[in-house]
């Protein structure tokens, strides 16, 4: 079976992949990635994330993947010596200096190459299995029938990944420039303003720049604005074209966002052949957190334009609170996120069979035992009385 690939912008967010059914996460240091303001990893916290994937029988890749200029490289020895210290399972590499660099000092460590590089090719994919490459992050404007045909030119020793959920970006494989020209942030070494998603008008140069709208919806024009990616009921065909490591975006996302998507392509792999009434439901999962109106891509050959046109973020539920105890028969501890009542019904994210249970809350108390009617305290802990046999771990969301 195909592994689940995770993000992890946090210790929280990778636990949650790892919990939700993720095999592997990837995430960054605090420099070399291309997710800046994502977190991030110290070297003592990359240290204890890999002990605990390895511990639980999973792995972790750390992101090299900026695009270097001559000055990324200082530094770079000494942290490629201690992810060698530290047995991580690959590093995410986008460019060729740095995979020179990593054959020539840290020749032990398995090299991925990031989507970043814009992999459209089995040529490309040959002469980097030269350099000792070890899996290939394909470039998202591939279609599933160029994915059949790179698979059957290239070396059997050659893993293949590719992103089947998340947001995309507008620049070709994420290689953007806009960020950098608008605010001096460069997106191609860690620091993307998402540009993207600002609102933008057209002017016409003889009318003394009056400004016209593109395309809008009711929260404004996003004419550079990708729909978010969603594969779900495609996995068996990337599969088949040779794809080893289904990629989800969103080191930026919530922990909800990654415990949502991580169970519904779990419980995809898992069951295999989808009834309809199973898509139906893990597509209806998809809508419950944070996303943009869903396209396919180019993955099914066509060129979508779909994934170009504008789209605000939606979701139909909201994360309420999150298990920080296991069920005692009776109660439940947890912890809260954001405001309800007694009287309101609580939908269980969990990777158990709790998994879309409804709660009816009719009684709740602080940890003290005294009765709370509305849970509006950030974070408070509180105890929900319930038989459900929930986990520590698991998410309590309400429709919204």
């Known amino acids: 079976m195909a592994e689940l690939l995770a993000p992890a912008g946090t210790f929280e967010k990778m636990e949650t992949a790892f919990r939700f059914g993720a095999d592997a996460v990837y995430f960054a240091g605090k420099k070399f990635g291309l997710r800046a303001f994502a977190g991030n990893f110290s070297d003592n916290e990359i240290e204890e994330a890999t002990r605990y994937a390895h511990n639980i029988g999973k792995k972790v890749y750390i992101t090299i993947n900026i695009l270097a200029h001559e000055s990324d490289f200082n530094g770079l020895k000494e942290y490629l010596d201690e992810l060698v210290k530290y047995k991580v399972d690959a590093v995410i590499v986008s460019d060729l200096g740095i995979i020179e660099f990593i054959r020539n000092y840290a020749p032990t460590l398995t090299i991925h190459v990031s989507t970043q590089a814009n992999i459209l090719n089995s040529y490309a994919i040959n002469f980097l299995a030269k350099m000792g490459v070890k899996r290939i992050i394909l470039a998202r404007e591939l279609s599933i029938d160029e994915i059949k045909q790179i698979k059957a030119k290239i070396s059997k020793d050659i893993e293949l990944e590719a992103f089947v959920h998340g947001a995309m970006c507008i620049a070709y494989s994420g290689r953007c420039l806009l960020s950098n020209y608008l605010t001096g942030r460069d997106a191609n070494r860690g620091a993307c303003a998402q540009a993207c998603r600002w609102e933008y008008t057209i002017t016409e140069k003889s009318r003394k720049g009056d400004q016209y709208p593109i395309e809008e919806d009711n929260r404004g024009t996003y004419i550079l604005n990708s729909k978010d990616l969603m594969m779900i009921e495609h996995l068996s065909e990337l599969e088949s074209a040779g794809i080893t490591s289904f990629k989800i975006e969103g080191r930026m996302k919530s922990p909800y966002y990654v415990a949502n998507v991580v169970n519904a392509y779990r419980r995809a792999l898992d069951k295999g052949k989808l009834s309809h009434e199973d898509l139906n439901m893990l597509?209806?999962?998809?809508?419950?957190?944070?996303?943009?109106?869903?396209?396919?891509?180019?993955?099914?050959?066509?060129?979508?334009?779909?994934?170009?046109?504008?789209?605000?973020?939606?979701?139909?539920?909201?994360?309420?609170?999150?298990?920080?105890?296991?069920?005692?028969?009776?109660?439940?501890?947890?912890?809260?996120?954001?405001?309800?009542?007694?009287?309101?019904?609580?939908?269980?994210?969990?990777?158990?069979?709790?998994?879309?249970?409804?709660?009816?809350?009719?009684?709740?108390?602080?940890?003290?035992?005294?009765?709370?009617?509305?849970?509006?305290?950030?974070?408070?802990?509180?105890?929900?009385?319930?038989?459900?046999?929930?986990?520590?771990?698991?998410?309590?969301?309400?429709?919204?």
């Not at 170009?308 to 609170?321: G, H, N, R, T, V």
């Open 283 to 400: 597509k209806n999962e998809l809508q419950k957190s944070s996303h943009r109106k869903y396209t396919t891509g180019f993955y099914l050959g066509a060129n979508d334009k779909e994934c170009l046109k504008s789209s605000s973020p939606i979701q139909s539920y909201e994360y309420m609170a999150y298990v920080i105890g296991d069920s005692d028969g009776e109660k439940t501890l947890i912890e809260q996120r954001n405001r309800f009542k007694i009287g309101d019904e609580l939908e269980v994210l969990s990777p158990t069979d709790c998994f879309n249970k409804i709660i009816k809350l009719e009684k709740m108390t602080d940890i003290n035992g005294c009765d709370v009617l509305d849970a509006k305290i950030v974070q408070q802990k509180l105890y929900i009385y319930t038989d459900l046999p929930l986990e520590k771990g698991d998410i309590l969301r309400k429709k919204i």
